[in-house]
Nanobody, 117 residues
Framework: QVQLAESGGTLVQAGGSLNLSCVAS????????MGWYRQAPDKQRERVAA???????NYAPSVRGRFVISRDPAKNTVYLQMNRLEPGDTAVYYC???????????WGQGTQVTVSS
């Protein structure tokens, strides 16, 4: 099993920046890809960004050019640097990991990001 713990969510003004962190623990050798999802009130959960290894990344069109995902394997941590935040970025952000041995998913408990206008 793998446990994921997010941190860094808070209230920020539009145009500001935040850096989210997600630390993985447990059987982390089972994890190959990690990413961030978000879910706003009354909306479906959507993928924001993902990273495979340390260099292969992809982003949702709504955040491309503003958000940067990165990973530090030595610390079992994935980051999401969020810049030029907009009120539409308000959501609970969840860390996600893929278990390459089973194809299963792991999720963190979520961290709230609120962007005020």
């Amino acid at each position: 099993q793998v446990q994921l713990a997010e941190s860094g969510g808070t209230l920020v003004q539009a145009g500001g920046s935040l850096n989210l962190s997600c630390v993985a623990s447990g059987e982390t050798r089972r994890v190959n890809a990690m990413g961030w999802y978000r879910q706003a009130p009354d909306k479906q959960r959507e993928r924001v960004a993902a990273i495979s290894g340390t260099t292969i990344t992809n982003y949702a069109p709504s955040v491309r050019g503003r958000f940067v995902i990165s990973r530090d394997p030595a610390k079992n941590t994935v980051y999401l640097q969020m810049n030029r935040l907009e009120p539409g970025d308000t959501a609970v952000y969840y860390c996600h990991a893929v278990d390459f041995t089973t194809g299963g998913d792991y999720w963190g408990q979520g961290t709230q990001v609120t962007v005020s206008s």
